[in-house]
């Protein structure tokens, strides 16, 4: 097993960095939830689709690149960290779950950006609008469905979409166990992500602002809760890695494995954008500053699958722990 | 990232599980300190030697292994899945001399130094700390006064672990006191059983006596046996600790990784997995576990082996933080049994050392936010 990620996985990662940073940078996702427009906008949404991104891991018939989760978690990694808005992670999931459900139509109209899914939670919808499909994922595979109505709720994460579901008509059923841990592998990857720009913003904010004389980056309880988020990212991205290459090849521990990357990932995250907000005083705590839309988007991916608790179950499946 | 294996690391992980099962010793580690631990030690040093696995991390030039540092962590994986003993007189030899002679030591020390390691005739210890330079390794005061062709030692050490078994030991002392600091020092080998070497055992909080505290009084040392050259003593020393990176300490985290598994079999059994804190804990547990194993295929992966140890020292990090909540959990499982000393017990009072021993964890931190993070002193 090799956990370096190739050239072309940095380059996929560098490119979809860069494109976030310049279209879609937390500026106008926030522009966009301000005027209760789509997040993102049609034009933006295609044009991710066109990068290839909802369709990575999904085979050249079903208009995918025919990659893997290696490259998958790569650009997941990206749209954690620049707060991209969207259903990506539903869509990606919702593409595999059409194609092996035999649907390569479905598949391929969610990869070119058509159609939209939106991911179902306990009677809720995070990013989606009628006439868009919805995913309710469980521990035996997937259903989709398409949405006919839904009322708007209050999102606690301004960059999420939360309405409940009023109608919806079924599509599919698919038995594929392992599609949630796909799900916990790209939320982990996108997790993975908060942490690192979190870590990033606060370190610079430490550098920079100066009291009693002196940056704050030099007090030990200002540096050393820098250090833990430093510290998080480097335990959670080697498991994120392992964790995709275990769910591609359908390992036995595949399970295990995203479980653990999921809840790693999401302990770390909530906690350093907590903190976050925290080293960054007074400013951290108001709206006009981005820290606390990386604590929501946090937690609501911490929460996109049920209760955390609910991704114990296949950490604590194998009666040892096997290193294989 | 791929699965992909260059050197078939599948068939060396079975050929290092068939070599295990054969060969682990079948009675424990001596439970009480003396003679006999050493022997036992040897004893295993001795069949790992024979059966071509000693200095695994070493270069066969020198008579190690050799191996890839993929295989070194499939050989610690398979080391504690096969129960091997945990601790070993050997550690500091295997970890630190024999990389820094390697590394630093002159032709007469290799060839002298390292074979007798490798076949586990002569345990080490490290003489680094002194009673008032813990953390703040610079400002040791042991020193080494050039008299003729010998330096005569003269100060105190502390926290030496082994001291009592060790037949050498990699002493830094000052050599030049007009020296400042990293200035002035010198890495020299000790024989730890010349007259004027006092050791002294410290019992730990555990009961055992872990570490010694040694006094040298006019002990003598051939200058021959300064290794990188006198004054140079900071540098050298570095070079060990840059040899703790890699997967050296591998085998101590993956035994706590598999404590885990005890603890769950233990809360099953008394019924006490029902509880649903406990399950929860038990699992993330479980969670962190993996992370742990991933972090030292990652680094194995990502390293440049000439780079800073910057990765190490997070792994370190993640690594207390885990043990901090293994032992949370294990006492709550105990529970009333908390007051009978067992082998839990000994554990998590054992591994409240491991923030502390090779330089507290909340220095490590500062080293993180200042070296790897680029945060203001």
Redesign the interface.
């Known amino acids: 097993m090799n956990l370096a990620p190739s050239d072309l996985q940095n380059e996929l990662a560098a490119a979809a960095r860069q494109w976030l940073a310049r279209e879609l940078p937390v500026a106008r996702s926030r522009d966009l939830a301000a005027g209760h427009g789509e997040l993102p906008d049609a034009g933006t949404w295609t044009r991710c689709a066109e990068l290839g991104w909802l369709g990575l891991g999904l085979p050249d018939a079903c208009g995918g690149l025919g990659l893997g989760a290696a490259e998958e978690v790569m650009v997941f990694r990206e749209l954690g960290r620049g707060l991209a808005p969207g259903p990506f992670l539903a869509s990606v999931l919702g593409a595999r779950a059409a194609a092996t459900a035999g649907r390569a139509d479905i598949a391929a109209a969610i990869a070119d950006g058509s159609r939209r899914v939106a991911l179902s939670l306990s009677g809720r919808v995070l990013d989606g609008r009628a006439g868009d499909l919805l995913l309710t994922l469980d521990e035996n595979g997937a259903v989709l469905d398409e949405i006919v109505e839904d009322a708007p709720l209050a999102s606690v994460d301004p960059l999420t979409r939360v309405s409940s579901l009023v109608r919806a008509t079924p599509l599919l059923r698919v038995e594929d166990a392992l599609l949630l841990s796909r799900g916990h592998v790209l939320a982990a990857a996108q997790l993975l992500g908060i942490i690192e720009a979190v870590r990033d913003m606060s370190v610079a904010y430490a550098g920079s602002r100066t009291q009693f004389g002196r940056p704050i980056g030099s007090f030990q309880a200002v540096k050393h809760r820098c250090a833990d988020m430093a510290v998080s990212a480097y335990a959670v991205v080697g498991q994120v890695g392992q964790a995709a290459l275990y769910v591609d090849a359908r390992r036995p521990a595949a399970a295990f494995q995203a479980a653990a990357a999921y809840v790693v990932a999401a302990r770390g995250a909530v906690r350093s954008a907590t903190d976050n907000i925290q080293n960054h005083g007074g400013i951290g705590f108001s709206w006009e500053h981005d820290a606390h839309l990386y604590l929501k988007r946090a937690t609501v991916l911490a929460a996109a699958f049920g209760p955390l608790r609910q991704a114990h179950r296949p950490l604590m499946a194998p009666s040892r722990h096997e290193f294989e | 990232?791929?699965?992909?294996?260059a050197d078939d690391l599948a068939a060396f992980?079975e050929e290092a599980r068939t070599w295990l099962a054969a060969n682990v010793p079948d009675e424990p580690r001596p439970t009480t300190p003396g003679p006999a631990l050493r022997q036992f030690d040897e004893e295993w040093q001795r069949c790992q030697y024979d059966g071509g696995w000693a200095g695994i991390s070493w270069s066969t030039e020198y008579g190690g292994r050799g191996l890839s540092l993929?295989q070194q962590i499939i050989w610690y994986?398979?080391l504690?899945?096969a129960g091997a003993p945990e601790t070993s007189v050997f550690n500091v030899a295997f970890a630190h001399a024999g990389p820094t002679l390697i590394a630093r030591g002159d032709e007469r020390q290799k060839s002298f130094y390292l074979p007798r390691i490798l076949r586990g005739e002569t345990p080490w210890c490290q003489g680094f700390s002194e009673p008032e330079s813990g953390s703040d390794l610079a400002s040791l005061r042991c020193r080494g006064t050039l008299d003729g062709d010998e330096l005569v030692i003269s100060g105190t050490k502390i926290w030496m672990t082994n001291a009592e078994y060790a037949d050498y030991c990699e002493l830094l002392v000052r050599t030049d006191p007009a020296g400042d600091r990293h200035h002035g020092l010198s890495w020299v080998v000790m024989d730890m059983h010349v007259p004027g070497v006092d050791i002294r055992p410290i019992v730990s909080i555990d009961g055992w006596p872990h570490n010694c505290e040694v006094f040298f009084d006019g002990a003598r040392v051939p200058v021959g046996n300064v290794v990188g050259g006198i004054g140079n003593g900071w540098s050298v020393a570095m070079s060990t600790l840059a040899a703790e990176r890699g997967p050296a300490f591998l085998d101590t985290r993956?035994s706590s990784?598999?404590f885990?598994?005890e603890m769950?079999d233990h809360a099953r059994s008394t019924g006490l997995l029902d509880d649903?804190k406990v399950?929860?804990d038990?699992?993330?547990l479980?969670?962190?576990?993996?992370?742990?194993?991933?972090?030292a295929?990652?680094?194995a992966?990502?390293s440049d082996p000439g780079s800073s140890s910057s990765?190490t020292v997070?792994?370190r990090?993640?690594f207390v933080?885990f043990l901090g909540r293994v032992s949370r959990t294990a006492l709550e499982i105990l529970g009333p049994d908390v007051v009978e000393t067992s082998a839990w017990t000994r554990r998590w009072l054992f591994d409240l050392s491991e923030p502390i021993a090779g330089g507290t964890i909340?220095i490590q931190?500062?080293i993180?936010?200042?070296r790897?993070?680029?945060?203001?002193?």
């Open positions: 990232m791929d699965l992909n294996d992980r993929l994986e398979e504690v899945r993956l990784v598999l885990v598994d769950i649903e399950y929860a038990l699992a993330e479980r969670a962190e576990g993996a992370a742990l194993r991933s972090m295929y990652y680094q992966a990502t990765e997070a792994a990090n993640f933080q909340d931190r500062n993180i936010g200042e790897v993070l680029g945060l203001p002193r």
